[in-house]
């Protein structure tokens, strides 16, 4: 009923899209969500590929799928001059069912093969679906450990963690049996997402889980080699109780030695969080024989609309690389109408400051820069349209050289009826996302705008608008807004307004010019 509402009170066009998917979401019987992608008639996959193809909202310059849902990112590495970006994939729709991962490869985060599937739900332990999961060497071979998801006659969950090492020829081989059969005494079946990570002479997998009363935990396994045998060395101790009913997607590295746990959480009282799904990170000293982990408080790593389950890899350089999924669990997106829904943000490499993580865009993002246009001027309360700046998929870095405005907005992506507002309020240093004119929205969502406050005035915005979303980097990665948007692409223009006063502003917007070729 909540989604519902939201259509109505933002105008009659969105209630008609609310039954429309209401009625395609009825559709998608268990049987439906379960089929097998090989087993499909072709006819059928042709027909939803070229419907796809037709999507107003397709992105230029992030990954998506080429069909059906994308979700969790998975198997992340840079591995002998590639990089390796996987994803879960259920390839018949865009609604949760089975499972596979599909892949791209790339030398430099910016061009991307498509690789196809890499794994597939082909055994029992994982015939409903292959998982989310990690990617790792080890004797210069490359493995996977993924969560293999099993439904036995009622319907209940049998979920293990599988071993999978990519031979010489590029084929996987599934090591068995399960490396991880089950879940350890006192805790659930919600027990995913393996993360493997090499320290001293052995491997660790940290893994998202649930205990038995019901709160969120991570587990640690250690091995002496990815064949196993794996042993379970304990839950993690934090500081954290009774923080969320369940955890995933894990992340374990370390930025100039702190040691820093990310994960997913779900079931924290809202407030001050403005998302029920939440992503986040804790930072401190991670005692590996105890597992008692001294850290400081939970810290969200997106103030958007749309971001969850990030996982990270080393780059070429050792620098550390995030790569999250655009998009929520649970949430009905306009493409969905389209037969596909969600992408891969931009890859984000972190840096830590005073005990938080900063994202910035990876630098290899400036190779997508084309057509260069820079002006300076002032901006005052009479809305200025900046000539001949406009767009659908560009690059914008804004410079707050001088602020003598109470507040100031951005409209991106604007048009007579449409715009994406960016806002800034001088006092609070807090800065607004507001989409309630951007177009179709999602649903259901709590409200139209997310906010985030700043430790510093703001002085630089560098914004990346693609064909259906949008990503804010504010102050060179000490916050950052991640949202779908679904405008019209006649909603083109880019405007600037202040509440009262005046701020000089300098804009460099940088096309990007076509679409990424393949390697």
């Known amino acids: 009923m909540q989604g519902l509402v939201l259509y109505v009170t933002t105008g009659g066009i969105y209630d008609q899209q609310y039954e429309i998917r209401r009625i395609l979401m009825e559709q998608w019987s268990r049987e439906m969500r379960y089929r097998k992608y090989e087993e499909v008639d072709e006819k059928e996959i042709l027909a939803l590929q070229e419907k796809v193809k037709s999507s107003p909202y397709r992105q230029i310059f992030h990954i998506q799928p080429p069909t059906g849902l994308l979700s969790h990112p998975s198997g992340l590495i840079f591995f002998k001059g590639q990089y390796y970006i996987a994803h879960q994939w259920f390839p018949l729709g865009p609604v949760e069912g089975l499972k596979y991962w599909r892949q791209v490869t790339s030398e430099n985060l910016v061009t991307f093969k498509d690789k196809g599937t890499v794994l597939r739900p082909d055994q029992t332990y994982d015939s409903h679906g292959v998982l989310s999961g990690s990617a790792f060497s080890y004797q210069s071979s490359l493995y996977y450990m993924y969560t293999a998801s099993h439904r036995d006659e009622n319907w209940e969950p049998e979920n293990s963690q599988v071993i999978a090492k990519v031979q010489g020829d590029g084929t996987v081989e599934k090591l068995s049996p399960s490396a991880i059969s089950t879940p350890p005494e006192g805790y659930t079946q919600q027990f995913s997402d393996p993360k493997v990570f090499e320290k001293g002479d052995q491997l660790y997998a940290v893994i998202g889980a649930q205990r038995e009363d019901l709160t969120g935990c991570l587990l640690m396994y250690v091995a002496n080699q990815p064949e196993g045998p794996w042993h379970f060395k304990g839950e993690i101790k934090t500081q954290l109780q009774n923080f969320g009913h369940t955890w995933t997607s894990p992340d374990y590295f370390q930025i100039h030695g702190k040691d820093i746990l990310l994960f997913c959480t779900e079931g924290v009282e809202s407030d001050p969080y403005q998302n029920n799904h939440l992503s986040g990170y804790i930072v401190g000293t991670l005692d590996f024989e105890t597992l008692v982990f001294e850290h400081g408080d939970f810290q969200e790593l997106d103030a958007g609309f749309d971001f969850y389950a990030p996982q990270t890899m080393e780059d070429e350089a050792g620098r550390r690389v995030l790569i999250g999924w655009m998009g929520l669990p649970d949430v009905e997106y306009p493409t969905d109408a389209d037969g596909w829904a969600h992408c891969l943000t931009l890859p984000r490499t972190l840096t830590i400051e005073n005990q938080m993580l900063k994202q910035k865009p990876h630098m290899h993002l400036r190779k997508l820069r084309s057509n260069e246009e820079s002006a300076l001027g002032y901006a005052n309360k009479f809305i200025k349209q900046l000539h001949p700046y406009e767009g659908v998929q560009y690059e914008l870095v804004v410079d707050i050289l001088e602020n003598e405005s109470s507040a100031f907005e951005l409209q991106l992506r604007a048009s ?50 693609d064909t259906s979303s949008i990503e804010i980097f504010c102050n060179e990665g000490e916050r950052v807004l991640t949202s779908r948007i679904f405008p019209k692409t006649t909603s083109n223009k880019i405007k600037v307004v202040t509440d009262s006063g005046q701020v000089y502003l300098k804009m460099t917007k940088f096309d990007i010019a076509t679409e990424i070729p393949e390697e």
């Open 416 to 465: 007579s009826h449409e715009a994406t507002v960016i806002r800034y309020e001088t006092a609070t240093k807090e800065v607004i996302l507001e989409r309630f004119d951007s177009g179709a929205l999602p649903f259901p969502v709590e409200g139209t705008s997310r906010s985030t406050r700043l430790n510093s005035e703001l002085k630089q915005l560098r914004i990346f608008v």
